[in-house]
C-alpha cells in the first residue's frame, strides 16, 4: 500500500513560502498536510486527539519555540510521531539543536522537490526506534 494515502504530516515553519511549497510537494504525492506558522499553533493541533498526525515536519530556527523545542513538547502529547527537521542553516550545526530528539531526521531545506519527497517517504517507511530503558 502507497503510504502517502495514509499519512498526514504537519509541517511547521514561520516562513510561509516554505511552508507553502512543502505543502505542495507532499500534496502532488497524495500526503495529507496541516500547517502550523509557529510552535504555538503546532502544539494546538498536537494536542487534539481528533486531528491524525503522522509525521511532523518542523524547521529548526523559528522564533519563540525552536524545533527542537517543539518536538519535544509534541513527543509528550504523541510519543509514536516522528520528526523530521528541516533547516537552510548548516546541517552540521543544526544537527546538534536536534540530537537529543529521538525518532528524528534532518534534511535541508534548499533540496529539490524529488529529494524532499524521497527523503520523506524513506523516513515514513523507516521503523520507529524503540525508546532507551
Known amino acids: 500500500m502507497d503510504e502517502s494515502i495514509n499519512s498526514v504530516i ?3 515553519d514561520d516562513d510561509a513560502e516554505d511552508r507553502s511549497r512543502m505543502r505542495r510537494y ?3 504525492e497524495g500526503y495529507g498536510v496541516l500547517e502550523a506558522m509557529d510552535g504555538e499553533e503546532a502544539l494546538t493541533m498536537a494536542g ?3 486531528v491524525r ?3 511532523l515536519i518542523t524547521d529548526i530556527r523559528m522564533p519563540q519555540m525552536n524545533g527542537s523545542d517543539l518536538a519535544k513538547r509534541i513527543l509528550n502529547l504523541r510519543p509514536d510521531l516522528k520528526v523530521l527537521f528541516v533547516s537552510g542553516y548548516s ?3 543544526s544537527a546538534l539543536l536536534k540530537a537529543c530528539v529521538e525518532k528524528s531526521a534532518l534534511i535541508n531545506k534548499s533540496v529539490d522537490k524529488k529529494e524532499f519527497l524521497s527523503q520523506v517517504r524513506q523516513f515514513i517507511a523507516s521503523p520507529i526506534p524503540s525508546n532507551p530503558a
Open 26 to 28: 507532499l500534496q502532488s
Open 10 to 12: 504537519l509541517i511547521t
Open 48 to 50: 487534539n486527539a481528533a
Open 91 to 93: 546541517l552540521e550545526i
Open 53 to 55: 498526525i503522522d509525521l
